[in-house]
């Protein structure tokens, strides 16, 4: 079976960091580019980040930029996001997901259907 499975999130207190993973199995994730997104409570999914297959080149939204990192180890069939310095609006349930391309935005990634999907990880930041 095809599938993405994200892990790492939990409770962080304002400022914590938190690494999240998204490992998959059935297929190999280097073949993909992978994005994350996320989804706050009573708000729409939105593009977070995104690594691309080719060049490995990445991209973040606005809100995380200087906060977040994505990186992908193709040996571990795995990619990451790193999140620092996180706030209150970091709090959401976060998803990877899996399409040949990334959008040509960060922000236009929800425009787009995206292949394989993950069922997410809560990140709750609060003290």
């Known amino acids: 079976q095809l599938q993405l499975v994200e892990s790492g999130g939990g409770l962080v207190q304002p400022g914590g960091s938190l690494t999240l993973s998204c490992s998959a199995s059935g297929f190999a994730l280097d073949n993909y580019a992978i994005g994350w997104f996320r989804q706050a409570p009573g708000k729409e999914r939105e593009g977070v980040s995104c690594?691309?297959?080719?060049?490995?080149?990445?991209g973040y939204a606005d809100s995380v930029k200087g906060r977040f990192t994505i990186s992908r180890d193709n040996a571990k069939n795995t990619v990451y996001l790193q999140m620092n310095n996180l706030k209150p609006e970091d709090t959401a349930v976060y998803y990877c997901a899996g399409e040949w391309y990334c959008a040509p935005t960060v922000a236009t990634m929800t425009n787009y259907e995206w292949k394989y999907w993950g069922r997410g990880t809560l990140v709750t930041v609060s003290s």
């Open positions: 690594v691309s297959a080719a060049t490995g080149s990445t």
